[in-house]
């Protein structure tokens, strides 16, 4: 004789989770996907290609949320009020149809389900993982930017020409252009470094959080500071090297810096001088437990 095993009723909140989820990967799936692909490729449009570092950010970000799922379950189911006004307002923003809009509904979105499902306390959790999402949501920002980046374009052709100058090759500064070798080589707002001066902060963000140094505003503002510094310099030194190289008739290696994974290369190079500057700071900054207490004045 068998008998029947009851039957067990789904839990209705995790299956309104479950579709959530899965309205939201149908919704932003591709758009993720047309980033990512546009970034690998460069197929995307060259203010979009200023956001590249979201391949190294939104994983991060992903991979943060993960290991916080105990902590967020843990957390009291309540719903803010703001979250339903954020639901209209990304709704609104992706039926759009605006490039723009369309990809900062997705920030909007995630920071509506936060506040839907957990409150502020959704919100703080998964706070640094947001920052990370919409810093790398491609806007028109640079294109805004762009205009206001002459002084930089004039700074970096006249440091460049400075430096082959000592070279003994004949360079004429002409505000961003430079004249070399019967050749004209144009700092143009897109190489005024923007694209390399964002992936720098925004990977030191992630060093910074990754290395429990955010608490330390003295080691924060420092090592930014330093990182744009870095960021800079390295920039005036690849226009050099692209000048160099245009002046020179060297086609190829211009174009492998500049077109080419040469230039990833490049910028990669760069940004793993962040980690020995980091932990340099983090062992020179902090100040040990022994030197924070001041000795008592001792009475005879």
Known sequence: MTTQQPIQKQNPTLLFNIGILGVFTLLYAPILLHWVDGWLHKTISTEHEYFSHGMI?????????????????????????????????????????????????????????????????????????LLLVFLATPTAMPYLIAPYTFPLQSFIANTAAFILN???????????????????????????????????LYVGLILLYWTESLSSRRITWSFLATATLISVTANIIRNTLLTFFHG?????????????????????????????????????????????????????
Request: charged letters at 10%.
């Open 166 to 200: 000592q070279f003994d090759m004949n360079v004429i500064v002409d505000g961003i252009n430079l004249y070399v070798g019967g050749r004209i080589v144009e700092v143009a707002p897109y190489c005024a470094g923007l694209k390399m001066l964002f992936t720098t």
């Open 57 to 129: 950010g939104l994983p991060f970000a992903g991979y943060l949320a993960w290991i916080n799922r105990k902590q967020w379950q843990r957390l009291p189911n309540i719903t803010h009020p703001l979250s339903l006004g954020l639901f209209v307002i990304g709704a609104i923003f992706y039926l759009s149809g605006v490039a723009e809009w369309v990809n900062l509904s997705l920030p909007v979105i995630l920071l509506g389900i936060c506040l839907y499902f957990k409150g502020i306390s959704g919100f703080k959790l998964h706070a640094f993982s």
């Open 248 to 300: 020179t008739g060297q086609e190829s290696a211009f174009i492998w810096l500049h077109d080419g994974w040469g230039g990833d290369v490049y910028s990669g190079c760069m940004l793993l001088l962040l980690i020995p500057l980091l932990n340099w700071m983090n062992s020179s900054f902090w100040e040990s437990p022994a030197m924070q207490i001041e000795p008592e004045n001792s009475s005879d």
